[in-house]
């Protein structure tokens, strides 16, 4: 008869890896793999989780495979129609949410929301603040609806988010201002090597990458940042490793003040931003 302990021995993957899935097959808590170790295991959870094994063998994330992904404390809805959320993106809401302090019912803009992870996180640490996010896929807009609805008190101050489909500002009503306004758009180029390794070839090539030199989006975004920021009000871009300098220069050409950029936990110059005169 199969255990946890049995299947966990012989799993060709990632110890982490193989808890996590089996811990969502059984419906068990982490402590629960570890306690029940050596208690018989149902036959069809037992094939249920060797498939889920065989896709992730073949390629496929884990978030994908789970349907669910922790960011920022909190537990994210996500399918194939959206980016995965990733821990470095929380430097960009730890650093929003820096750019709102003193600011009273702000109004945040999140463009290319996918999952909508940026957005809701802020949400949920501002309640106060109006929160608009777009996308042009409506696939994607639906999970970061779903998200919002989950995981966001009712009956914060600032309201429900506000979600609106098409491209970056596109979709906005055009008298709309925001105190902030933060992006995670597609930054790989499109000859990148990395585009057809590991879970990017499971994930959206819309929100990997332009199609271009990694910074079309990023020159769509800086170049509409003007229209729709309140005087001394700031955007925050995240970016590739190698872009930051790239990205600092946008924004100082397009009149944007005190570009800087920020690093994220492996040191690597993760997000860039600057603010309105003003």
Known sequence: MDTVAALLRVSPLAPLEARILLGHVLGWRRTELITRSDEPLDAALVARFRTLEARRVAGEPVAQLIGSREFFGLDFEVTPDVLIPRPETEL?????????????????????????????????????????????????????????????????PGGPLQFAQGDWYAALDTAL????????????????????????????????????????????????????????????????????????????????????????????ERISGAQMPG
């Open 92 to 156: 960009l809401v730890e650093t929003a949410l820096a750019a709102l302090v003193g600011r009273r019912v702000p109004r945040v803009l999140d463009l290319g929301t996918g999952t909508g992870a940026i957005a809701v996180a802020i949400a949920s640490e501002r309640p106060d603040a109006r929160i608009w996010a777009t996308d042009r896929s409506a696939e994607a807009l639906g999970v970061a609806a779903r998200n919002a609805a989950r995981l966001l008190d009712p009956a914060r």
């Open 177 to 268: 201002h925001f105190d902030v306004i933060v992006s995670n758009p597609p930054y790989i180029a499109s000859g990148d090597p990395h585009l057809s390794q590991g879970d990017l070839r499971f994930e959206p090539r819309g929100a990997l990458t332009d199609e271009a030199d990694g910074l079309a989006a990023i020159r769509t975004i800086v170049a509409g940042a003007p229209r729709h920021l309140v005087p001394g009000g700031a955007l925050w871009i995240e970016h590739g490793y190698d872009q930051a300098a790239a990205v600092r220069a946008l924004l100082t050409e397009r009149g944007l003040l005190a570009a800087s950029s920020a690093r994220d936990l492996a040191g690597i």
